[in-house]
């Protein structure tokens, strides 16, 4: 069983940042690979970043690609999301997840999920 506990969410004006973190428990932290979902009310929860064990590979959505970083601490167990240049179009609850393998886009293949965290862009 993994535990992730997601924090760092919030309201802030458009073209400010945020930093997400994940933190998890009960597993061997190093061996999975990471993604950061979003989910915005109406719509479906999307990808948005993904980082594999190692931290040497990432993928991002094409929407946020060149404003988001997603990072990694194997030694904190902790997985971040750095989001900068925010836009209103951003706002929706983000998820972290976990999965054995390499990151995927497909939240179906992830196997556990922390409860979320608000992001608000206003404009």
């Known amino acids: 069983q993994v535990q992730l506990v997601e924090s760092g969410g919030g309201l802030v004006q458009a073209g400010g940042s945020l930093r997400l973190s994940c933190a998890a428990s009960?597993?061997?932290?190093?061996?999975?690979?990471m993604g950061w979902f979003r989910q915005a009310p109406g719509k479906e929860r999307e990808f948005v970043a993904g980082?594999?064990?190692?931290?040497?590979?990432?993928s991002y959505a094409d929407s946020v690609k060149g404003r988001f970083t997603i990072s990694r601490d194997n030694a904190e167990n902790t997985v971040y999301l750095q989001m900068n240049s925010l836009k209103p179009e951003d706002t929706a609850v983000y998820y972290c997840?976990?999965?054995?393998?390499?990151?995927?886009?497909?939240?179906?293949?992830?196997?556990?999920w922390g409860q979320g965290t608000q992001v608000t862009v206003s404009s």
């Open positions: 997840a976990i999965r054995n393998g390499s990151p995927n886009r497909s939240r179906w293949l992830y196997d556990y």
């Open positions: 009960g597993r061997t932290f190093s061996s999975y690979a």
């Open positions: 980082i594999n064990w190692s931290g040497g590979l990432t």
